[in-house]
């Protein structure tokens, strides 16, 4: 199930008993979250029924008994455990009968980092639940997400103030939904936010999009990817989103160029790619740019920096750092 798809069924009431929530992007999952309780808990009876429990502190008996309580004057109860990585990759046996047989009058929400599907814990959950990834939004999406934000605040929005927008404040749902309720202190008959308002209400905050450091990774500019790594890890991005972005972007180009050698249209792999139009003509260039025979060496070495990310003590910023260089000696061009 996709982020989207959960939020049509919040919205038409329909809950699972159970839903494991994982991925870098927090601000869609918080509201995916805030969303359920809005539909289970009344406001009356929400510290009855609300439970925020922590995998890895709390014991098996509390939270197995959370669980199988039954609500107080209400049809449902809200489970929240977080940290829920530990369950499949330390401890998930006393857990394993209730995901088969949950409790219909509670709704679990499991909050993760990542997920493994061929564990026993998920492969029982899905049965009677839903895994949920939550990944950070193309730029042809978050234009789209403004635009849906707006309208549900009861505003329209302009393109070039969508622009002006993201320009101004970057890509960061939590900042630009900030933002846009700022820019509905209008006079109360203005239901359309223009490009003056953005320009009038909204300071530049933009420091350095993680999308730019994709795409100098992707045109194997390493000054400026360092540059902007650095300039990234001050602003405090998480490490495993900086390489998730990287990686996602040599995918992009690897799979232009597999659509180009069916003969695909430049413009028919935009769309299926979601290439923003301001944006298709510097990403042509990285796809002509990369050979395809270094692919395989590319995943590879992506690969071994993840469980690098993941378990060395080493400094992390100098971790990617290195990464980068590899990926130009890799390609065996001259360094810009």
């Known amino acids: 199930m996709k982020p989207q798809e959960l939020l049509r069924d919040i919205e038409k009431g329909k809950l699972l008993p159970l839903y494991y929530f994982y991925g870098p992007e927090k601000w869609l999952m ?10 289970v808990l009344n406001p009356a009876t929400r510290d009855f029924n609300l ?4 995998a890895e502190e ?21 489970v929240v455990i977080r940290r829920a990585d530990f369950f499949w990759k330390k401890g998930s046996s006393f857990l394993l009968d209730y995901v088969l047989n949950p409790n219909p009058s509670t709704c679990a929400v499991f909050l993760g980092e990542k997920a493994d599907l061929r564990t026993k814990f998920f492969q029982g959950l899905e049965k009677k639940g839903a895994v949920i990834s939550f990944y950070p939004l193309f730029e042809k999406e978050i234009v789209r997400w403004v635009s849906l934000q707006a ?5 329209s929005i302009s393109a070039p103030a969508v622009d002006l927008l993201l ?21 109360e008959n203005r239901k359309s936010i223009e490009e003056e308002d953005v320009r009038a209400l909204t300071g530049d905050m933009r420091g350095e999009s993680p ?6 990774a992707g045109r194997f500019n390493l000054r400026e990817a360092l540059r902007v790594l650095r300039k990234n890890l001050q602003q405090g991005e998480p490490l495993p989103l900086l390489l998730y972005l990287i990686v996602r972007q040599f995918r992009l180009i690897r799979k232009a160029q597999e659509l180009r050698g069916e003969g695909v249209g430049k413009k028919t792999i935009e769309a299926k790619l979601r290439i923003p139009p301001g944006g298709a003509e510097d990403f042509w260039r990285q796809v002509e740019g990369f050979p395809a025979a270094a692919f395989e060496q590319l995943w590879l070495t992506s690969w071994k920096m993840d469980q690098e990310l993941k378990s060395s ?6 971790l990617l750092e290195k990464y980068l ?7 065996n061009v001259k360094i810009v």
């Open 211 to 216: 999308f730019e450091l994709s795409r100098a």
């Open 58 to 78: 709390g014991d098996p008996e509390t939270i197995l008994s959370s669980l199988q309580v039954f609500p107080v004057l209400s049809s449902r109860r809200l």
């Open 30 to 39: 918080d509201e995916a979250l805030n969303k359920i309780k809005e539909k």
């Open 325 to 331: 260089w590899d990926l130009i000696f890799m390609k």
């Open 51 to 54: 439970a925020v429990l922590d």
């Open 151 to 155: 309208g549900q605040l009861g505003y």
């Open 313 to 318: 003590r080493s400094d992390k910023g100098l």
């Open 167 to 187: 320009d101004r404040v970057g890509p960061s749902l939590r900042e630009l939904s900030l933002e846009l309720q700022k820019l509905t202190l209008l006079p």
